[in-house]
């Protein structure tokens, strides 16, 4: 498997790469909303505009692109003629200690799942969490009759676990204290927990299968893709960050 990281602007190094040949985008750039100087958008649904056509255009036929952003980083804007949404999934971050007091506060990111016409890979059994209903609860709920196709059936319990929904409350945002985080200063605006993208990963694609990070910040995608046996290509404008990511990489 070959796992490749380039140094440089991923919207003009797109342009390099053949049309059709992405089984998996994943786009964790930027939000529009921090100080940092690779984050100042003006019109952040603009930007997201471009970089839809952009990769698009490199993304096979029922490849997926996941897009990561805050709100309305999708509003108002016409995607459809590049790209299916299927789903809008709330990252949920109930621990974020920031209150507001004229509106209500934020605790989510979106992560927009979209696909070029339908999606070819979904791949539940790989992604399921555990059921949370407690045995006894459980066992009363299977005699509760649920209706399929206008019959009524016995409701069942997947033994793996069920499909995750869109809002994503069990994976944490990376604190102070995660093993993983590899420096503070990365916390919140760069670093993204492994399990998150690894849950992308496993859904949107199968071994062997040609994955992008246009933002390959500190290079958890990379290190996701190469435990589980995935292409990767990563493209990031920050040089220290791409030197960051090759010494993580030497450790998988
Ligand atoms: C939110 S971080 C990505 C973090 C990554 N998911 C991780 O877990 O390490 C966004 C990254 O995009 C990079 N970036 C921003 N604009 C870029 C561009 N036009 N081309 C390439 N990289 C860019 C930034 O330097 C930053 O590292």
């Known amino acids: 498997m070959k796992t490749e990281i380039i140094e440089g602007d991923s919207l003009k190094l797109v342009e390099t790469l053949p049309e059709n040949s992405v089984d998996l985008?994943?786009?964790?750039?930027?939000?529009?909303?921090?100080?940092?100087?690779?984050?100042?958008?003006?019109?952040?649904?603009?930007y997201n505009f471009e970089l839809i056509k952009k990769f698009s255009r490199i993304l096979k036929f029922g490849g997926a692109l996941y897009l990561f952003g805050k709100e309305n980083c999708i509003d108002f804007i016409d995607y459809r003629p590049f790209l299916q949404?299927?789903?809008?999934?709330?990252?949920?971050?109930?621990?974020?200690?920031?209150?507001?007091?004229?509106?209500?506060?934020?605790?989510?990111?979106?992560?927009?799942?979209?696909?070029?016409?339908?999606?070819?890979?979904?791949?539940?059994?790989?992604?399921?969490?555990?059921?949370?209903?407690?045995?006894?609860?459980?066992?009363?709920?299977?005699?509760?009759?649920?209706?399929?196709?206008?019959?009524?059936?016995?409701?069942?319990?997947?033994?793996?676990?069920?499909?995750?929904?869109?809002?994503?409350?069990?994976?944490?945002?990376l604190t102070y204290r995660s093993k993983e985080l590899l420096e503070k200063s990365l916390l919140r605006t760069i670093q993204k927990p492994e399990k998150l993208i690894e849950r992308i990963v496993k859904a949107s694609s199968n071994e062997g299968d040609f994955v992008i990070d246009p933002f390959a910040g500190v290079g958890t995608s990379a290190v996701v893709c190469k435990k589980l046996n995935r292409n990767f290509l990563g493209f990031e404008i920050n040089a220290a960050f791409v030197e960051i990511i090759k010494k993580r990489l030497q450790f998988i």
Do not use: M
């Open 85 to 173: 949404l299927n789903r809008k999934i709330i990252w949920y971050q109930p621990s974020r200690l920031s209150q507001g007091r004229r509106n209500f506060t934020n605790n989510y990111d979106l992560i927009c799942y979209f696909s070029k016409f339908r999606a070819k890979t979904f791949n539940l059994d790989a992604i399921r969490v555990p059921q949370l209903v407690e045995l006894d609860q459980r066992l009363r709920c299977e005699n509760v009759p649920s209706v399929r196709g206008g019959k009524f059936h016995k409701t069942k319990f997947h033994p793996e676990g069920k499909n995750p929904g869109d809002v994503w409350g069990d994976i944490k945002q």
């Open 25 to 46: 985008i994943i786009c964790d750039g930027p939000y529009g909303v921090t100080n940092n100087s690779w984050d100042k958008i003006s019109n952040i649904q603009e």
